[in-house]
């Protein structure tokens, strides 16, 4: 008789060791999911990237199963406009897509989860939005001072001297814009040893001497 009482309350014990267990597990994944969703966003904003935006996008990466605009606008705290506008730049950014539920006549959204995926559009998207246009309105200044000059040392003084800094300029964008071209496939293919080949071909190169 003693022998079920005591197994009745040591399976009881672990019913609560094991709910406790749960609580704990829960208000750290908690913890976490908060802490990661407001370190994405600050690390977006210095990237140029909306801080809303980063945020919803590490919400859906993390969640289980699609979200709707009404959990993602109550867990962030935020307007269903401010979501909605998100939500759509971050499905052109194709890092989000639309989901349908049968039992739902709602719009869920899911993340795309492969993060080489995502790491591609980033790049694909940045060029395309920040590194071409600011190369081409650095080409179109730079055209409006040479016009009829073949190029910048036949411009007077100050407008040549404007020509060369905005020529600098040009020629940074369009390193960038090669770098990102020419690294864009190795994302694309998860192609690990090729990217950490081009690192160790780039630390191998001798640094310009400048004097």
């Not at 009482?5 to 040591?10: K, N």
């Not at 993390?62 to 009404?70: I, M, Y």
């Not at 899911?110 to 694909?124: F, L, S, Y």
């Not at 007077?156 to 040009?170: A, K």
């Amino acid at each position: 008789m003693s022998n079920a009482s005591d197994h009745e309350e040591s399976t009881e014990h672990a019913r609560i060791g094991s709910a406790e267990a749960d609580g704990e597990a829960t208000e750290r994944y908690e913890e976490a999911l908060e802490r990661f969703v407001l370190f994405w966003g600050e690390m977006a904003s210095n990237w140029g990237i909306n801080r809303t935006m980063a945020q919803i996008h590490a919400l859906l990466y993390c969640a289980e199963e699609p979200l709707d605009t009404d959990a993602i606008m109550e867990r962030l705290q935020i307007s269903r406009g401010n979501a909605n506008m998100n939500l759509r730049s971050l499905i052109t950014w194709d890092l989000v897509r639309k989901v349908h539920r049968a039992d739902s006549r709602k719009d869920f959204y899911e993340a795309e989860k492969d993060v080489w995926h995502i790491t591609a559009q980033i790049i694909k998207e940045r060029e395309r939005r920040e590194i071409k246009p600011v190369r081409e309105q650095l080409q179109a200044c730079r055209d409006l001072l040479k016009q009829d000059a073949e190029g910048c040392a036949d411009l007077p003084e100050r407008e040549e001297v404007l020509c060369h800094r905005l020529e600098n300029l040009m020629d940074l964008m369009e390193v960038f814009e090669g770098f990102f071209e020419a690294l864009l496939p190795y994302v694309q293919e998860e192609n690990v040893s090729a990217m950490k080949h081009l690192i160790r071909l780039a630390d191998t190169l001798p640094e310009e001497d400048d004097s």
